[in-house]
């Protein structure tokens, strides 16, 4: 029983390990190796793993790197020895998606000084040579969107459902769009609620929660909604989705997603993680990875039914906001 057991999880460690068994060159000083290592969520995640992985590709295809390679980890306790598997072959880069690598990340870092790492999404207190942390405004994520829901809005209250304010990223989205949503019209009623004193074990997970928060809102005369926060924010864009009422998404593409459950979904907001790892790829190949680097934002179109102009403005938003003629004035984290 015990070797057919280990003959399973060897078939699914090989499957998960497309094009990476090949005998490696990335020793070799004159090819450039980078690596991809995702969350449980996968490449087919309509967000970060995805466009990260299409970063890479396209970094390939410019030259900035020869090789790129990917493992979609099937389990949280797979992360370190994905991580692993790329240092000892010698890539010369390695990505990870998320907060929840961090971990993985950090210590990955410590134990392969020569590989450099590269934390997608992950703030970092703790900094190391080789560990370089990508994250994206989520000020400015969340201004944008609190600016298109004022800006659609008929009942002139629009809501926010957000996980804890505990966690920085989660308040920089919510006060975000708070102050996106004042910046349109100061006279705006935005309720913005967070999921506090909830369950630790539902964290990012609380999909109940973040469904009965929206309907609360829709109550209140909320039409239009934002959320954020993992499964806790999917449950209330699909609460809004089910009552008719418009729902801007964060994180991902929700829309796609969320499927016929998001059909509410007007555009998703969040960074742009292919091009950040495009632009990574090539200051490390020619040796600037100190140069600073200035996190982009991105949308799903709207759809058709919006005039142009619309369209127009938010990417006047999203310029000003890039360049510093428009400030946000939300903190890093709760005062």
Same mark, same amino acid.
């Given at each position: 029983?015990?070797?057919?057991?280990?003959?399973?999880?060897?078939? /699914?460690? #090989?499957?998960?390990?497309?094009?990476?068994?090949?005998?490696?060159?990335?020793?070799?000083?004159?090819?450039?190796?980078?690596?991809? /290592?995702?969350?449980?969520?996968?490449?087919?995640?309509?967000?970060?793993?995805?466009?990260? #992985?299409?970063?890479?590709?396209?970094?390939?295809?410019?030259?900035?790197?020869?090789?790129? @390679?990917?493992?979609?980890?099937?389990?949280?306790?797979?992360?370190?020895?994905?991580?692993?598997?790329?240092?000892?072959?010698?890539?010369?880069?390695?990505?990870?998606?998320?907060?929840?690598?961090?971990?993985?990340?950090?210590?990955?870092?410590?134990?392969?000084?020569?590989?450099?790492?590269?934390?997608?999404?992950?703030?970092?207190?703790?900094?190391?040579?080789?560990?370089?942390?990508?994250?994206?405004?989520?000020?400015?994520?969340?201004?944008?969107?609190?600016?298109?829901?004022?800006?659609?809005?008929?009942?002139?209250?629009?809501?926010?459902?957000?996980?804890?304010?505990?966690? @920085?990223?989660? #308040?920089?989205?919510?006060?975000?769009?708070?102050?996106?949503?004042?910046?349109?019209?100061?006279?705006?009623?935005?309720?913005?609620?967070?999921?506090?004193?909830?369950?630790? @074990?539902?964290?990012?997970?609380?999909?109940? #929660?973040?469904?009965?928060?929206?309907?609360?809102?829709?109550?209140?005369?909320? @039409? /239009?909604?934002?959320?954020?926060?993992?499964?806790?924010?999917?449950?209330?864009?699909?609460?809004?989705?089910?009552?008719?009422?418009? /729902?801007?998404?964060?994180?991902?593409?929700?829309?796609?997603?969320?499927?016929?459950?998001?059909?509410?979904?007007?555009?998703?907001?969040?960074?742009?993680?292919?091009?950040?790892?495009?632009?990574?790829?090539?200051?490390?190949?020619?040796?600037?990875?100190?140069?600073?680097?200035?996190?982009?934002?991105?949308?799903?179109?709207?759809?058709?039914?919006?005039?142009?102009?619309?369209?127009?403005?938010?990417?006047?938003?999203?310029?000003?906001?890039?360049?510093?003629?428009?400030?946000?004035?939300?903190?890093?984290?709760?005062?």
């Amino acid at each position: 029983m015990r070797s057919a057991a280990n003959l399973i999880l060897l078939t /699914v460690v #090989w499957l998960s390990l497309p094009g990476c068994l090949q005998s490696s060159d990335c020793f070799n000083q004159k090819v450039f190796c980078a690596a991809l /290592v995702t969350d449980t969520q996968g490449l087919d995640d309509h967000g970060i793993n995805r466009d990260s #992985w299409a970063g890479l590709e396209a970094a390939k295809d410019k030259g900035a790197i020869d090789r790129a @390679d990917f493992i979609e980890s099937i389990d949280t306790r797979d992360y370190e020895k994905n991580i692993a598997y790329f240092a000892e072959k010698g890539y010369d880069a390695i990505l990870t998606t998320g907060a929840g690598l961090q971990d993985e990340t950090l210590q990955a870092a410590e134990l392969y000084p020569d590989t450099v790492f590269i934390g997608m999404n992950q703030a970092r207190e703790e900094s190391r040579p080789n560990l370089i942390p990508v994250t994206f405004a989520e000020d400015q994520i969340g201004f944008v969107a609190g600016a298109s829901a004022a800006r659609i809005s008929q009942t002139r209250i629009v809501g926010a459902v957000c996980e804890t304010s505990g966690i @920085d990223s989660m #308040w920089r989205y919510c006060e975000g769009f708070r102050a996106g949503a004042k910046f349109v019209d100061e006279n705006i009623i935005a309720q913005v609620i967070y999921r506090e004193n909830g369950d630790r @074990d539902k964290l990012f997970l609380d999909e109940a #929660w973040g469904y009965e928060t929206a309907r609360q809102l829709i109550e209140r005369g909320a @039409d /239009v909604i934002f959320a954020a926060g993992g499964v806790t924010g999917q449950g209330a864009l699909r609460a809004a989705s089910e009552a008719g009422v418009d /729902v801007i998404g964060a994180e991902r593409d929700q829309r796609a997603a969320l499927g016929e459950s998001g059909s509410s979904v007007l555009t998703s907001i969040y960074g742009n993680a292919s091009l950040e790892v495009q632009n990574l790829m090539r200051m490390l190949k020619d040796g600037n990875a100190d140069e600073p680097l200035f996190s982009q934002i991105q949308y799903i179109p709207l759809d058709q039914s919006f005039p142009e102009n619309y369209t127009k403005e938010l990417d006047t938003l999203i310029f000003a906001l890039l360049t510093g003629q428009i400030k946000t004035n939300v903190t890093f984290s709760r005062p």
